[in-house]
């Protein structure tokens, strides 16, 4: 008789795959709580107490750690050695094993739960027996998903056991699991010593989708999220429209980005992951108005995300547009009858109150990755340090805080420039500093004048300053910290200007 020790702690199916199991001439193992629920269904079971010999004693910790199961996982049932210690030692094979783990990743996301808890949902017994069980996968079967069960079940009906590459398959799948359950305990642990860099790193992430291709189309893809998803791509809810690119979720993640720094009714308009319009207003519809009117051109094409509510009224306005995405953490029914009348455009919801868990960026380079802090950085009124003989004004300074707020999520070499709550030219990525502000300035053309500049780093030479003289500049905000700063300096003050120093620079590559 085939034996299988069931052991589970989400119970979804078990009943109706253990009837399938004894049908099929399986003698059942099984534990604590899995147990009480077999015997319940009135399924004939036997205690994991009856193999070994020995009582579950420490309050459970300790039931299946022992020669007599791991022994019946481990055999090699065609090594003569590895069956004469079966023999002698009074051991019976095990040939199934149906196990998940104590729910650690389901108690860390609970609210106000405590350390003691969270200790006493690592599972040892569990992945003990998975890993032993997925080790000898040539003989066992071994189900970590509840979604296997009827697949595992159909093939033992049809063939009478499962098939080599199903027992490899699942065994992969073990694996996979139990490395991704060690990943959140030692995240949890390293998180609570507050060590940031360890001599080494996991990382797990749950699957979101496939997708059908990556930047280009001759790129496989997927889009995976880490296990707990607050204010992020990650936790989005698609309301309508065709399935997400790879490139729609890059754009979608820096527009998020940037609408983070805002409490405000905020809009943000992004075209290749840089801003192409960022407008904050009194409401949404005021919001929506500056960043469209930012740039009318290069919005094209691009995504749409709000921190408020979409109306009725923006609705409107957004459904003469082509847009590849609109995300909103709520929207009118008005406003979304209408938006959904475009068959393509795709509409997500995302709790904008929602914490950003993750504080930590990973960059993969090749054969490795780099990993810092987000760019979390803010700088007060406070905190600015005025360098020239003219000092902002108030209105100035709520500006400048504006678009240094818009500029550190620019690519570098980058500048904004803006007023009034409203970015009026942006230049991104460029390879000199005067190239990123010739672009900004000659995009906000006659607006310029009475705007204000926003550098995400220093200006080694005067020239920028002389540019922006020429557009009417009347402040600008950069990090200072170049041995040249004077000549900046002498140039603002030649042309009235006020600078700002922050002392923190905002480089993005």
């Given at each position: 008789?085939?034996?299988?020790?069931?052991?589970v702690?989400?119970?979804?199916?078990i009943?109706e795959?253990?009837?399938?199991?004894?049908?099929l001439?399986?003698e059942?193992?099984?534990?604590?709580g899995?147990?009480?629920?077999?015997?319940?269904a009135?399924?004939?079971?036997?205690?994991i107490?009856?193999?070994?010999s020995?009582?579950e004693?420490m309050?459970?910790?300790?039931?299946?750690l022992h020669?007599?199961?791991?022994?019946?996982?481990l055999?090699?049932?065609?090594?003569?050695?590895?069956?004469?210690?079966?023999e002698?030692?009074?051991?019976?094979?095990?040939?199934?094993?149906?196990?998940?783990?104590y729910?650690?990743?389901?108690?860390?996301?609970?609210?106000?739960v405590t350390?003691?808890?969270?200790?006493?949902?690592?599972?040892i017994?569990?992945?003990?027996?998975?890993r032993?069980?997925a080790?000898?996968?040539k003989?066992?079967?071994v189900?970590v998903?509840?979604?296997?069960?009827?697949?595992?079940?159909?093939?033992?009906?049809?063939a009478?056991d499962?098939?080599?590459?199903?027992r490899e398959?699942?065994?992969a799948?073990?694996?996979?699991?139990?490395?991704s359950?060690?990943t959140l305990i030692?995240?949890?642990l390293t998180?609570k010593?507050?060590?940031?860099?360890?001599?080494?790193?996991?990382v797990?992430y749950?699957?979101v989708q496939?997708?059908r291709?990556?930047?280009?189309p001759?790129?496989k893809?997927g889009f995976?999220?880490?296990?707990?998803?607050?204010?992020s791509?990650?936790?989005?809810?698609?309301?309508?429209?065709k399935e997400?690119s790879?490139?729609?979720i890059q754009d979608?993640?820096?527009?998020?980005e940037?609408?983070k720094?805002f409490k405000?009714p905020t809009?943000v308009a992004?075209?290749?992951?840089n801003p192409?319009?960022?407008g904050?207003?009194?409401?949404?519809?005021?919001?929506w108005?500056?960043?469209?009117?930012?740039?009318?051109?290069?919005i094209?094409?691009g995504?749409?995300?709000?921190n408020?509510?979409?109306?009725k009224?923006?609705a409107?306005?957004?459904?003469k547009?082509?847009l590849?995405?609109?995300?909103a953490p709520?929207?009118?029914?008005?406003?979304?009858?209408i938006?959904?009348?475009?068959k393509?455009?795709?509409?997500l919801?995302?709790?904008m109150?929602?914490e950003?868990?993750n504080k930590?960026?990973?960059?993969?380079?090749?054969d490795?990755?780099?990993?810092?802090e987000?760019?979390?950085?803010?700088?007060?009124k406070?905190?600015l340090i005025c360098v020239?003989e003219?000092?902002p004004?108030?209105?100035?300074?709520?500006?400048?805080?504006?678009?240094w707020?818009?500029?550190?999520?620019?690519?570098?070499?980058?500048?904004v420039?803006g007023?009034d709550?409203?970015?009026i030219?942006?230049?991104a990525?460029?390879?000199?500093?005067?190239g990123?502000?010739k672009?900004?300035?000659e995009?906000?053309?006659?607006?310029?004048?009475g705007?204000?500049l926003?550098?995400?780093?220093?200006?080694?030479?005067?020239d920028?300053?002389?540019l922006?003289?020429?557009?009417?500049?009347?402040?600008?905000?950069?990090?200072?910290?170049s041995?040249k700063?004077?000549?900046s300096?002498?140039?603002?003050n030649?042309?009235?200007?006020a600078?700002?120093?922050t002392?923190v620079r905002h480089f993005?590559?």
């Open positions: 008789m085939k034996r299988a020790l069931i052991s702690s989400d119970k979804t199916g009943v795959l253990t009837k399938e199991l004894v049908e001439g399986y059942i193992i099984s534990t604590g899995t147990k009480k629920t077999l015997d319940e009135g399924i004939k079971t036997l205690s107490s009856d193999i070994t020995f009582p004693i309050d459970g910790r300790v039931k299946t020669p007599n199961v791991h022994g019946a996982l055999c090699v049932r065609d090594n003569k050695n590895h069956l004469k210690a079966l002698d030692n009074k051991i019976d094979l095990i040939d199934m094993v149906v196990v998940n783990l729910p650690f990743k389901e108690t860390l996301a609970k609210k106000n350390h003691e808890e969270l200790i006493e949902n690592i599972d017994g569990g992945p003990s027996m998975l032993s069980a080790k000898n996968y003989s066992v079967t189900i998903d509840p979604k296997d069960y009827k697949a595992v079940v159909c093939e033992l009906k049809e009478g499962t098939l080599l590459e199903t398959r699942l065994a799948k073990v694996f996979r699991h139990t490395s359950y060690d030692a995240e949890y998180n010593v507050e060590e940031k860099f360890p001599e080494t790193i996991t797990t749950e699957k496939d997708l291709y990556g930047e280009n001759h790129q893809a995976y999220k880490k296990s707990f998803a607050g204010y791509m990650g936790n989005a809810k698609q309301l309508h429209g997400l790879y490139n729609n979608a993640n820096a527009a998020l940037i609408l720094e405000e809009v992004v075209k290749h992951m192409c319009g960022v904050s207003g009194k409401n949404i519809n005021e919001a108005k500056k960043a469209y009117e930012a740039d009318k051109t290069s094209f094409g995504i749409v995300v709000s408020s509510c979409i109306t009224m923006v409107e306005d957004l459904s547009l082509f590849e995405i609109i995300i709520s929207f009118e029914k008005e406003a979304l009858d938006i959904t009348q475009k393509n455009i795709r509409v919801q995302i709790d109150e929602s950003i868990l930590m960026k990973v960059t993969s380079v090749m490795g990755a780099l990993i810092q987000f760019d979390e950085m803010k700088v007060s406070d905190e020239t003219r000092k004004t108030d209105e100035e300074i709520e500006a400048l805080i504006f678009t707020n818009v500029v550190k999520h620019v690519k570098s070499n980058a500048i420039v007023k709550n409203q970015t030219g942006i230049g990525g460029q390879m000199n500093r005067v990123a502000a672009i900004a300035l995009q906000g053309h006659k607006k310029c004048e705007a204000v926003a550098s995400d780093a220093f200006f080694p030479m005067d920028t300053v002389e922006a003289a020429k557009f009417g500049i009347t402040a600008i905000i950069q990090p200072g910290g041995i700063d004077t000549l300096i002498e140039a603002c030649k042309h009235g200007i600078m700002v120093f002392g993005k590559h």
